[in-house]
């Protein structure tokens, strides 16, 4: 079963505009971790923000900020102003307490455009 | 501090052959990771190595197989390729703390395989 899902495939947006990337995440567990990763084109994952379940403060980093809601089982993830070097593909994924296996969503691909 | 590094960048083999990659973690690091990420798939986990062993596997078959040494520096294999194993396969790697969780993932810029 799906465990992270990312509905958005593709978001265009104009520079300097937010833009919302939502991500659902279904477990059982209650201790899990969030993540969220961007991987521009040379293909590496750049690690952007890791959540633990306990900790539903949200979180502002720059432009960057997160709002996890267990309530609803999301974890989203704003870009404010957004800016050209910020077109990438984001990933949201979900990972237990125990052991290194990370559940990725399949990804939204985000273009600024200038 | 150097990042994960993953050998080679670029691979085109041909169907049937076989492929030995190449991962080196963050020094300290002993978690080491494979994924396999393809567009129809997308990121797929396929092990977990730690201290040598492996932790964890996901759903491939048996061609694909790793190895993890002693200086955390990991290798996997895939035997008798063929064509659905063309993909970017990456590496991560993930300090281990307090009782077997690890911090977040870093990952290598991936080994871009190529069947043909």
């Known amino acids: 079963a799906q465990k992270v899902t990312q509905a958005q495939t593709e978001i265009s947006v104009v520079e300097k505009e937010d833009v919302t990337l939502d991500c659902v995440y279904e477990t059982r567990d209650t201790t899990y971790y969030l993540f969220w990763y961007k991987q521009p084109p040379s293909g590496e994952l750049v690690f952007l923000i890791r959540?633990?379940?306990?900790?539903?403060q949200n979180e502002i980093s720059g432009r960057y900020s997160w709002n996890f809601q267990k309530s609803t089982s999301s974890f989203n993830f704003t870009i404010t102003a957004s800016q050209v070097v910020d077109s990438a593909v984001y990933f949201c994924?979900?990972?237990?307490?125990?052991?290194?296996?990370?559940?990725f969503g399949t990804g939204t691909s985000l273009t600024v455009i200038p | 501090k150097a990042g994960v590094t993953q050998t080679p960048r670029y691979l085109i083999k041909t169907r049937g052959q076989q492929v030995t990659l190449s991962c080196s973690p963050i020094?300290?690091?002993?978690?080491v990771s494979w994924y396999q990420q393809t567009p129809g798939q997308g990121l797929q986990f396929l092990f977990e190595?730690?201290?040598?062993?492996?932790?964890n596997k996901g759903n491939f078959p048996g061609r694909f197989s790793g190895r993890q040494f002693s200086n955390s520096r990991s290798e996997m294999n895939v035997s008798t390729l063929e064509l659905g194993d063309s993909a970017l396969y990456l590496c991560?790697?993930?300090?281990?703390?307090?009782?077997?969780?690890?911090?977040?993932?870093?990952f290598g810029q991936g080994t871009r395989l190529t069947v043909v």
């Open positions: 959540r633990n379940s306990f900790d539903e």
């Open positions: 190595y730690f201290s040598e062993t492996q932790r």
């Open positions: 991560a790697s993930s300090l281990i703390v307090g009782l077997g969780s690890s911090t977040e993932a870093f």
């Open positions: 994924a979900l990972r237990y307490n125990t052991g290194n296996q990370f559940y």
């Open positions: 020094s300290g690091h002993r978690s």
